[in-house]
């Protein structure tokens, strides 16, 4: 290990190099500063997989020779990386970063996301202050405040709890569709016995005690500490893994389902119930359960750049509804790192405090390993890949599978489940930014930091509904400096010591194209994400940017525009007659155009994954029926954002709890056996029956299929065939 941080930290010294700035003396390296040693050692430890630490420690042996040096950056040398001066260390990390080579461009972005991501986002443990923060502008999490919900002790089992128990019914996960789930089940059947399985960290009792400190929030609240992307390097993906999952740390936009996917669900997929009053109702209860309202929203001061530029150019925008009952507080911006006023109504202090209020209920912190139609095997927190501590509870009712649209298919795969729906479709809403410095002092982390969503472009560029909002991001330095581009040492400090005034708009595309997730790593526990942008999302993502520069480059004390491109010269902004200077906007647009959308180049994050369990009408158009029950598995149902026949086109969290809340109710009509429920149970046998016709006929074409070409290589052999 200190080899690999020491050349780890010959990196960083290279991304950014001294004077640092503020107070911090000028010749002081980043490798010198106190604790980010042992930030850069916990996040290897707790959220690199051995594959990851393979690869790094790979990457890592070659720029210790001058021959593979130069092989990986493309910049001769005769002495390795580390024994290299600042100077050439800096060209060379730039050679990586605007080479032609897709691999030298995936290694750069994965040194950078990680080693300039923990130095702008890490606490000195003796200070408790990120020794660059002051230099930024960056005030870091907000004093002590008054709660806005009070803490409460969530109901939790042991292993010894529950080891060789039965339970009417199990949910594994906590997140939009689980926690949903939960409250639903257990309000409306008395006398149940649930139990909700949750792999990732759960709320303290006490809320006061969560830091908001971004390096801390990430670890404990997000995926691999949000250093997931996809296999290429090339997305970002923030992923929720705690409580109450994705609704626990997001940005608190609160967006209806659109209409025109909710009737492309009906009539591509055949789900007639989303396109009517009972999913309407469904939304009203969500909206009223997560406190959600639009009424007396504050703006903060991108918003307000966002809002100022959509007026002058004429886009559509609307105010975007809150489940933040306080928008005004500057603390809003830091919910993204775990609840601790409960301002933000996610899952977690909402659909769960209900479900373990009513006593019908309670968590246990674990793995499911796999499921049947009545079992769950499951593995502590603490041990999954130790096989000696896994053990199997009984399910008398149903088994809900909420783990989200990255684990999953997962389960439903380690479970025998073979149908080509699993994992596949899977949709991630590709998001880019433009970026802005302005005169003036944003603070652009703090407020409520999506309030507002320009709709402009919601239709695309065919015209078939699938293009992209515009909306403001909650800009951290840790996440700033990973996703900011880079294309030398100097322009690049210069850019992010400007992060308190500085604005973004990101452009969310509605994806048409697809991914698709797999199970990897020591028993298939890790999602491998494979997803390449579809041209006409690339093209619309690219027309987004274009927008955005138009929103930006209007605003009164906007200076500077860029584009998450290593490659794209800065707008310098000129409005000394009060107008954008047409030509010089033109060449930013079209240096925008000829730099594309490429792997490993233009700069992509992603905040929403859906899709890869999809729904449908028949086996062979989704992994699920339309109810949620998976075709290959009797009583056993996925109930989470992976059921979306398609990207929702909006932030998924009201989509995703308004499915399961449907969903979660007619599963409350079956198990009380209400006229509704037996019209459901015939429903289910019917649409069951045609499903079995349908691949015992299937089975009998494979089998005959197989005997004929069995006898046909047989006669081959026999020089009977030629």
């Known amino acids: 290990m200190d080899k690999l941080l020491t050349s780890l930290l010959a990196c960083a010294d290279a991304f950014y190099p001294p004077p640092l700035g503020g107070s911090i003396p000028p010749t002081t390296l980043i490798s010198e500063l106190n604790g980010f040693r042992e930030a850069l050692e916990e996040g290897i430890t707790l959220h690199l997989s051995p594959f990851d630490v393979l690869k790094m420690k790979g990457l890592m042996t070659a720029l210790r020779s001058s021959v593979l040096t130069t092989a990986l950056t493309g910049t001769p040398t005769t002495t390795s990386f580390e024994a290299s001066s600042l100077e050439v260390r800096a060209e060379m990390m730039k ?49 002590e405040e008054k709660p806005v919900t009070e803490s409460f002790k969530f109901s939790k089992y042991t292993q010894k709890d529950i080891k060789g128990k039965t339970f009417d019914y199990v949910i594994i996960g906590s997140g939009s569709g689980g926690s949903t789930v939960a409250k639903t089940l257990a309000e409306g059947i ?15 009792d006490d809320l006061s005690k969560i830091s908001q400190v971004e390096a801390e929030g990430m670890s404990t609240y997000y995926e691999k500490g949000s250093l997931l992307t996809t296999d290429d390097g090339s997305i970002m993906i923030l992923a929720g893994a705690g409580l109450g999952g994705g609704s626990t ?69 609307k105010v975007a509804p809150q489940n933040i009952k306080d928008t005004s507080r500057d603390s809003a911006g ?70 989200g649209s990255l684990h999953t298919p997962l389960l439903l795969q380690r479970s025998g489940c073979k149908n080509n729906n699993i994992g596949s479709n899977l949709r991630l809403h590709p998001v880019s930014a433009i970026m802005a410095s302005c005169e003036e002092e944003m603070h652009g982390y703090k407020g409520a930091p999506m309030t507002t969503v ?140 000829s730099n ?4 490993n180049d233009l700069g992509l994050f992603c905040a929403h994954q859906m899709g890869s369990c999809r729904m449908a009408r028949n086996s062979s158009l989704g992994a699920v029926d339309v109810d949620g029950e998976v075709w290959e598995m009797d009583n056993v149902h996925v109930i989470d954002a992976s059921l979306f026949p398609t990207a929702s086109g909006a932030n998924p969290m009201m989509t995703t709890m308004a499915l399961s809340r449907g969903l979660a109710k ?34 009998a074409i494979y089998i005959a299929a197989a005997v004929v070409g069995f006898a046909a290589t047989l006669l081959h052999k026999r020089g009977m065939l030629l």
Not at 110 to 130: E, Q, W
Not at 278 to 284: K, P, S, V
Request: hydrophobic share 35%; glycine share 12%; aromatic share 8%.
């Open 596 to 599: 594309g959308c490429g792997v």
């Open 454 to 593: 320009c709709t402009e472009f919601e239709k695309g560029l065919e015209g078939d509904n699938y293009g992209p909002k515009l909306e403001c991001p909650s800009v951290h330095t840790g996440v700033m400096a990973a996703a900011l581009p880079w294309n030398g040492a100097q322009s690049f400090k210069s850019i992010l010591q400007c992060a308190s005034k500085m604005v973004a708009v990101i452009v969310l595309q509605r994806d048409k194209g697809s991914g698709k997730v797999t199970g990897t790593g020591e028993g298939g526990y890790e999602p491998n994400i494979s997803y390449s942008v579809d041209k006409r999302d690339k093209e619309n993502i690219l027309n987004g940017l274009e927008k955005a520069f138009d929103i930006l480059s209007v605003n009164p004390g906007v200076k500077q525009v860029w584009a998450c491109h290593p490659k794209q010269v800065p707008y310098e902004v000129d409005k000394a007659d009060g107008r954008v200077d047409s030509s010089k906007a033109a060449a930013f647009k079209a240096s925008l155009r």
């Open 334 to 403: 830091w919910t993204c790192f775990g609840p601790k006023q409960g301002n933000k109504q996610g899952g977690g202090i909402t659909w769960l405090r209900d479900y373990c209020r009513t006593g019908n209920g309670t968590l246990f912190n674990g793995h499911a390993v796999k499921v049947t139609s009545n079992s769950v095997t499951l593995a502590p927190a603490s041990s999954l890949h130790d096989k000696s501590t896994h053990f199997t509870i009984s399910v008398r009712s149903k088994i809900i599978v909420a783990c």
């Open 95 to 143: 050679g990586m970063a605007m080479s032609a080579v897709g691999k030298r461009r995936e290694a750069f972005n994965a040194l950078k996301r990680f080693l300039l991501g923990t130095a702008m986002s890490y606490v000195d443990p003796a200070t408790s202050i990120n020794p660059l923060w002051a230099t930024l502008g960056y005030t870091g999490p907000p004093k």
């Open 249 to 317: 740390i997001n940005w608190g936009c609160c967006l209806d389902t659109p209409k025109y996917v909710r009737k492309e669900w009906k009539e591509e997929f055949g789900i007639d119930w989303v396109d009517g009053e009972e999913f309407d109702e469904c939304l009203r209860e969500v909206k009223e359960e997560m406190g959600v309202h639009g009424d007396n929203v504050k703006h903060n001061s991108m918003n307000t750049k966002l809002i100022a530029g959509c007026t002058k150019n004429n886009f559509a925008w």
């Open 190 to 204: 008395p006398g149940i016995k649930i139990l909700i399985i949750e792999k990732g960290n759960f709320l303290p």
């Open 666 to 699: 007619r599963l409350v009509e079956v198990h009380n056996g209400t006229k509704k429920g037996e019209e459901i149970k015939r429903r289910r046998k019917e649409r069951r029956g045609k499903e079995g016709k349908g691949f015992k006929s299937d089975l």
